[in-house]
Nanobody, 119 residues
Framework: QVQLVESGGGLVQPGGSLRLSCVASGSIFAGNHMGWYRQAPGKQRELVATMTSGGTTDYTDSVKGRFTISRDYAENTVVLQMSTLKPEDTAVYYC?????????????WGQGTQVTVSS
């Protein structure tokens, strides 16, 4: 089992910045991915950014150039630095820990943190 604890989020004006952090604990298997997904009201959960244990990153197109994902492997932490925020970034953001064991993909999720971009 993996437990994820998120922090950050809140209300920010358009053009502002926020930082989300997530700490993983428990059975931290190697070869994992950590990242962030978001879900806006009435929409499906979507990938925001993810980073492999090898350092490879992936971003959804709408956040490229504005968001940066990073990891502290020693502390099992993933951080999403969000800049130039737009109202359409408003959503609940979920931390994700993904690992493959014996060919099976396991996903663990944080409780979610609200990000609201509004003037």
């Amino acid at each position: 089992q993996v437990q994820l604890v998120e922090s950050g989020g809140g209300l920010v004006q358009p053009g502002g910045s926020l930082r989300l952090s997530c700490v993983a604990s428990g059975s931290i298997f190697a070869g994992n991915h950590m990242g962030w997904y978001r879900q806006a009201p009435g929409k499906q959960r979507e990938l925001v950014a993810t980073m492999t244990s090898g350092g490879t990153t992936d971003y959804t197109d709408s956040v490229k150039g504005r968001f940066t994902i990073s990891r502290d492997y020693a502390e099992n932490t993933v951080v999403l630095q969000m800049s130039t925020l737009k109202p359409e970034d408003t959503a609940v953001y979920y931390c994700n820990f993904r690992v493959w064991i014996a060919g099976h993909r396991l996903d663990y999720w944080g409780q979610g943190t609200q990000v609201t971009v509004s003037s």
